[in-house]
């Protein structure tokens, strides 16, 4: 087992762990919330906040989580106004996202050794130790909000309307959501890469919700889920020399073809009750 | 004033450009029980949903126990339309009425052993007692509408609204429902609710308001309920079958 004595190596597994803890909280959110496709939408926003980076000289993590943080903001406007079509907003987003970054791209062209194709597909190597401090940090900021917010998120998401008229700040909470989603997916985008960093953070969420029927049982098992995911998608990524995002989402694909046909046949054999008393 | 739970003087809201409510004048009293009638596109759900602040109001004034809404929304349950809702989140029936508690329950404490108590006992209530570790979305509509009810119940408000609470639910269920509003009302507390079959208002109200884009109508169920009122409100859209027929109202939209 060499890759253990990897200094990269080892980055790359505490930052796998870091990243399992605070996915499938942000995931569950966004799945319910129907807003899957804004971590889409922010992870290529993200990469015109690192094209903005390269393209200036200063750290690209912080102008990404800065503009990531600006779009997020807009984002729950925009949302607000569209209440019927909150996906018009996503979808011009998305697309001005990745626009802005093409462009910046190709008048940073040359200034940098730093490539934007990087960004795009992740990299593991480049993890260093002040990115696996920012993710400890974030962990540390979602794990404490979760627990203070878990009940107000918890009536915000099931019942907007009853959050509204018992008092909760639903504005600033929505927006405090969407910006913890920005920050994470400006943090982790450079490891997975920002074509699938939404996938990292929705599918373990996705696929724990066919598993559990409570709120905090599909948060713990997407937890493991996350966790089962991206180790192994490291492990074959370091053994296959393939991309660690691509990996970690094609076995994410795996569990979720696995648990979806055990689910059906153990439905079809009536094991059913067995199966849902195992779980939280 | 004390008497006087809710006071709504000329309110007027807008979808768009589209006025769907003007002049709306009313006030509820204490330990009443309204129903609110009208055809649809009347303006009911946009009546309780400006009176609440969810939906933007273009003129007029709300009170609630003397007060604006914002500063007495702890005094107030609101259940909204069951369809509102996500029923595929995953959550059971015990935990969504739970919800109803958390404002005594405190931001960062988990649920106590009384309030475990408190929510189980309004699912009793709701005949739902047997139901309470359900996931939600395998729930019937009338089961749905029951945990919804049980959810208000123990939030232990002065004022209940409700929209169409009976829409669409089994027979058991709108007893179980109706039976659960009278307790309310003996109990002192006021509860309005958006009403859509004619047939039962003089059964289950006191006082109703008939509603179409303005009020028609508005008092005491007897004194207000009747044929010229409801033709009035309904337009040219009712046929009426006759009290000594089958007392049986149809409504044609």
């Known amino acids: 087992m060499e890759m253990f004595f990897y200094g990269f190596m080892q980055r790359a597994f505490q930052a796998s762990f870091l990243i399992s803890l605070i996915a499938p909280i942000l995931g569950l959110f966004l799945v319910l919330r129907r807003q899957s496709l804004m971590a889409d939408t922010l992870s290529h926003v993200s990469l015109a906040g690192v094209a903005l980076g390269l393209l200036i000289g200063i750290n690209p993590t912080w102008t990404n989580i800065l503009v990531v943080i600006i779009i997020a903001i807009l984002l729950e406007f925009l949302r607000q106004i569209y209440r019927t079509y909150s996906e018009i907003s996503i979808a011009i987003l998305m697309s001005v996202g990745m626009a802005v970054a093409l462009v910046l791209m190709e008048i940073g062209a040359g200034r940098t050794t730093l490539s934007v194709t990087q960004f795009l597909f992740g990299s593991i190597v480049t993890i260093n130790k002040e990115q696996i401090w920012m993710l400890l940090g974030l962990t540390i900021i979602i794990g404490l909000l979760y627990l203070i917010y878990q009940k107000p998120m918890y009536v915000l998401t099931f019942d907007e309307e009853t959050a509204f008229t018992v008092g909760l700040p639903i504005k600033m909470m929505s927006i405090l959501f969407n910006v913890l989603t920005g920050v994470t997916i400006a943090v982790i985008m450079p490891i997975v890469g920002a074509l699938l960093v939404s996938a990292i953070i929705i599918l373990p969420a996705a696929i724990s919700l066919r598993l559990s029927k409570s709120f905090y049982g599909v948060i713990l098992n997407g937890m493991v889920i996350a966790l089962v995911g991206m180790l192994s998608g490291l492990v074959a990524s370091y053994e296959l020399g393939t991309p660690p995002g691509a990996s970690i989402t094609i076995i994410l694909m795996l569990i979720f073809a696995v648990i979806t046909l055990a689910k059906y046949m153990l439905h079809y054999l009536k094991f059913d009750r067995l199966f849902n008393k195992s779980q939280g | ?253």
């Open chain 2, 1 to 253: 004033m004390e008497n006087k739970v809710v006071q709504v003087r000329d309110l007027a809201a807008a979808y768009r450009k589209n006025t769907v409510l003007h002049d709306v004048t009313f006030e509820v009293e204490k330990g009443t029980l309204t129903g609110i009638v009208g055809p649809n596109g009347a303006g009911k759900s946009t009546l309780l949903n400006t009176i609440l602040d969810l939906h933007p109001r273009l003129s007029g004034d709300v009170k609630f126990f003397g007060k604006p809404f914002k500063n007495v929304k702890k005094k107030i349950g609101y259940v909204p339309q069951r369809g509102s809702v996500d029923w595929d989140f995953p959550t059971t029936a015990i935990d969504v009425v739970t919800m109803g508690l958390y404002g005594q329950i405190g931001r960062l404490r988990r649920p106590r052993r009384h309030h475990r108590e408190k929510a189980y006992e309004a699912l009793r209530k709701m005949g739902m007692e047997f139901y309470a570790d359900r996931q939600i979305s395998q729930l019937s509509g009338g089961q749905r509408q029951r945990v919804f009810l049980a959810r208000a119940l123990v939030q232990d408000a002065d004022l209940y609204i409700m929209d169409e609470p009976l829409a669409g639910v089994d027979a058991q269920t709108e007893q179980a429902i109706m039976a659960i509003l009278k307790e309310l009302k003996k109990r002192g507390k006021t509860v309005m609710v958006v009403h859509h079959d004619l047939q039962t208002v003089e059964e289950y109200f006191d006082s109703v308001l008939l509603l179409n884009r303005k009020v028609m109508h508005y008092g005491k169920t007897k004194e207000v309920f009747n044929r010229e009122n409801i033709a009035q409100t309904y337009g040219g859209n009712m046929r009426w079958f006759g009290k000594e027929h089958r007392d049986e109202f149809t409504v044609h939209e």
